[in-house]
Structures are given as C-alpha cells and as structure tokens.
C-alpha cells in the first residue's frame, strides 16, 4: 500500500509539473508592478481605424507579457484631442495609455491654438510601435491611375474633387494639404469623424480620394474597392511593391507622410514604469510573428527608446507648424 501511494503521489507531482510547463509563462511570471492591475490604452479615435486596430493587436500580447488585464477604450472626438486630454489628466501610474497617430499629438498645437494639453510637456512617451504609410487612394470610378494623372485631373477643374479626411487638422488632412501645396492643386476636403468613415465613402463614391494608413486602407485596395494610386513612404514599400511612391509618380522628391502610431503615457509617470512598458512593447514587436501580421498588414516597427520617440514628436511638431504657416490653412 504504502508503495502505491507513494507511486501515485509521484504521478501527480509529475502531472502537476507537466501542465505547470504548459502552461503559459505569463501566469508565473506576472510583472511585480502591473501584474494583477487592469491597463486601459485609450484610443482617441472611433474602432475600426490604424490606432485601434494595432491597440487591439498589441492588447493581448501586453497583457500575456504583464499578468495584467488590458483594455481597449475607444474616446473619440475632437480630432483625437477629446482622448488625449483625457490620458494627459490621468493618474501618472502607467495604467491609463494613449495609442495614437503621432500627427494627434505633433500636429494639433499648430492647428487648435485653444489646445487643453501640451504635447510634449503633458505626456511621457513610451516609444513609438509602428509605421503605416498613407495610401494615396481614389474610389474606383476616377479616371486617374496615379498621382500624376491625379494631379492633371486636379489642376483641370479646380476645386472639383472631394478630398476625404478622418477629421480637421488630422495627420492625413495635412498630407492632402502637403501633397496640394507642393503639386499646386486644390481640391475640397470633406471632414469625417474617423478614418473607417473617410474610407467607406470614398469606396461608396460620395467623396474622390483620401490619403489614409495603410492599415486601415490597404484591405479595401486588395478588395478592389479603393484604387491604390501612390504610397506615401520614402522607397516602395514591401508590403505593397508595386504601388509607386508618391515622390516618383508626382513628381515630389522628398515627399513622406504616414501613420506613425505611439504609446504615451501621464506626464510624472515613473521613468521604472515607463522602461518596462517600453521593454514589454518592444519585445512583443519584435517577435517574428508580429513583425510578418504587421508588414502584412502594411506597416513596419520602428525600433527605438522612449527618449527617440520624445525627439521624434517635437521634430513632427515644427515639420507641420511650416506645413500649416506656409499653406495658409484655415481650420474650424
């Protein structure tokens, strides 16, 4: 008897072991500060857009790596600023967390003089998660097949064509701004409240065109109901090789806009918490897998500290104030 009993207390030693082993890591490893805690990333834009999509993509994983809960909560309005404002008045504990378009951030000082929060002195930024290059794209019926033809198209009826935007002032309203100042075009841009919106109705053909993340926009070229006539990024992009640059197909050396998405947590929260946010991330971005869902996905990691990504704010911030200053951009 004793025998057996002792032959069965191994097997269930061995039992519990086996399944501790399988189990995921992250329910014995759980971060001594977040483990336990419920994160929330606030997204300041509606579902459905490039920041929500990659709050959701990241969510998960964060909350496997922290043994934390992790929520995604959409607040939108405002151009995003209603969302922002809401995380820069947050506890600094690093449980509340901005995921947004950097242009959200680097752009609305130039465009909203009445700003409730300062960019840079209001938020602590974690790092900067992904690079999605705007698509330069068009509802399927315009008789343009690419920038160039686009432009001529423009120039030949001033004013015609309805520019799709995901809200007033926003990184791809700038881009179509940027794009008209240097190629000498106007064209009328319609506001939308996000840039699922701006997209559905290029694609119903109530608006002409739209520069929009690749994310977001991508699927819809693929589906043959947006046609991809220029990709925003420096070189072609891989994710999409044969679709030109805009620099080439315009005629526009130099030209480069795009979603650059970032996590930014409460001004005043601990450098501690912010390094482990900032490891967390970074891990889960580079995995193999999660780099080839987000070049699938078209767009790319952008490697760096919390401190590049603090430079690379105010860097965007004077880029569009010129953008902004040059145009004579009026907004409402």
Same mark, same amino acid.
């Given at each position: 008897?004793?025998?057996?009993?002792?032959?069965?207390?191994l097997?269930a030693?061995?039992?519990?072991?086996t399944?501790?082993?399988?189990?995921?890591?992250? *329910? %014995?490893?759980?971060?001594?500060?977040?483990?336990g805690?419920?994160i929330?990333?606030?997204?300041? +834009?509606?579902?459905?857009?490039?920041?929500?999509?990659?709050a959701?993509?990241l969510?998960?994983r964060?909350?496997e790596?922290?043994?934390?809960?992790?929520?995604?909560? +959409?607040?939108?309005?405002?151009t995003?600023?209603?969302g922002s404002?809401f995380?820069?008045? #947050?506890?600094p504990?690093?449980?509340t967390?901005?995921?947004t378009?950097?242009?959200s951030?680097?752009?609305a000082?130039s465009?909203?003089?009445q700003?409730?929060?300062d960019?840079?002195k209001?938020?602590?930024p974690?790092?900067?998660?992904?690079? @999605?290059p705007?698509?330069? *794209?068009?509802?399927p019926?315009?008789?343009?097949?690419?920038?160039k033809?686009l432009i001529?198209l423009?120039?030949?009826?001033? +004013? /015609?064509?309805n520019?799709a935007?995901?809200?007033t002032g926003?990184?791809n309203?700038?881009?179509?701004?940027e794009?008209?100042l240097?190629?000498?075009?106007?064209?009328?841009?319609i506001?939308?409240?996000?840039?699922?919106?701006a997209i559905n109705?290029?694609v119903a053909g109530?608006?002409?065109?739209l520069?929009?993340?690749?994310?977001?926009?991508?699927?819809?070229?693929? &589906?043959?109901?947006?046609?991809a006539l220029?990709? /925003? #990024?420096?070189k072609? %992009?891989?994710?999409a090789?044969?679709?030109p640059?805009?620099?080439? @197909?315009?005629n526009?050396p130099? %030209?480069?806009t795009?979603?650059?998405?970032?996590?930014?947590?409460p001004?005043g929260?601990?450098p501690?918490?912010?390094a482990?946010l900032?490891?967390t991330?970074?891990?889960?971005l580079?995995?193999?897998?999660?780099q080839?869902?987000?070049?699938?996905m078209?767009?790319e990691t952008?490697?760096g500290?919390?401190?590049?990504?603090? +430079? %690379?704010?105010k860097?965007?911030?004077?880029?569009?104030?010129?953008?902004?200053k040059?145009? &004579?951009?009026?907004?409402e």
């Open positions: 008897m004793p025998n057996s009993l002792s032959r069965r207390a097997l030693a061995a039992a519990v072991a399944l501790a082993a399988a189990a995921p890591q992250s *329910a %014995f490893a759980a971060d001594p500060y977040f483990g805690k419920s929330k990333i606030v997204v300041p +834009n509606p579902a459905g857009g490039t920041s929500d999509i990659l959701r993509l969510s998960q964060m909350a790596a922290l043994g934390a809960t992790v929520v995604v909560e +959409n607040k939108a309005g405002a995003g600023n209603l404002d995380v820069a008045k #947050s506890a504990d690093g449980l967390l901005l995921l378009d950097i242009g951030l680097a752009i000082p465009v909203f003089p700003l409730p929060f960019p840079v209001d938020f602590a974690v790092l900067l998660v992904a690079y @999605s705007h698509l330069l *794209a068009a509802r019926g315009l008789p343009a097949k690419d920038a033809e001529a423009a120039k030949a009826k001033p +004013n /015609s064509l520019f935007i995901s809200g926003g990184a309203h700038l881009a179509g701004i794009f008209a240097r190629s000498g075009i106007q064209w009328t841009y506001p939308y409240k996000g840039g699922s919106q109705d290029v109530q608006a002409d065109v520069f929009n993340g690749m994310v977001a926009t991508w699927p819809m070229v693929e &589906g043959g109901k947006l046609k220029a990709i /925003s #990024s420096a072609r %992009f891989p994710g090789p044969n679709v640059t805009v620099a080439e @197909s315009a526009l130099g %030209f480069e795009g979603s650059y998405q970032g996590i930014a947590a001004a929260t601990p501690a918490v912010v482990t900032h490891q991330v970074s891990k889960i580079a995995t193999p897998d999660m080839e869902r987000l070049l699938k078209g767009a952008r490697p500290s919390s401190a590049d990504f603090g +430079n %690379f704010i860097t965007e911030k004077a880029r569009w104030a010129k953008v902004v040059d145009s &004579g951009a009026k907004f």
